[in-house]
């Protein structure tokens, strides 16, 4: 059984994609384990215990140094004997010592088709609103194993979504997450839990 951590900062759309993905059998041999929320007033924090999964606020904040926190959420995932780890809309900055120890076992979606409109300062609805700034007409969501950039990560999917003239940065979120994120997180998922995922240097093969 994959023991599964999921991260988050905010309204846990994303978290709520896999819960139901978990809960419908589209994703099997999984569970939802953990969802740590560095802020303690995450609606996401609410879908877990809907769901009767453990919860727990961790936050920078609350720790004297950022090495005390990063050892407290290692630790965490540790004790949790998780497997993979999931950032849905987490938004703290993951210490290379996470990294390494979940290297090619820690994905991230992103809310556009990295490259474009992604590392710092990219991030919710930020990224849609440059994305409208910049007058594209595809955007979409991506799907990564995080490394020790930004965004940088083997990319594992992607989906497109077209922009309409009409859009507006909060309607152009909301059908990135309707019609990419929410299906192609639970997908990498249940790629990565039935082990057809393959990392080749800077490339992810998928062999079904
Ligand atoms: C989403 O746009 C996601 O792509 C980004 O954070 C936003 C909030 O996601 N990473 P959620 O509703 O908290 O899952």
Redesign the pocket.
Known sequence: MIKIAVL??????????VIDSLQEGRITNAEISLVISNKED???LKRAEKAGIRTAVLSPKSFESRADFDRALMEMLEQAGIDLVV?????VIIPSTLVEKYRNRMM????SLIPSFSGTGA???K??EQVLERGVKVTG?TVHFVDEGTDTGPIILQKAVAVRDEDDAQSL?QR??EEA?WKILPEAIRLFCNNKLFVEGTKVRIKE
């Open positions: 988050i900062s905010g309204g846990g759309t994303n978290l709520q994609a995450a609606y996401g950032l849905a809309g987490y938004l991230n979606i992103h809310p991030y919710g609805l990224v849609h969501a979120q990135v997450m994120e």
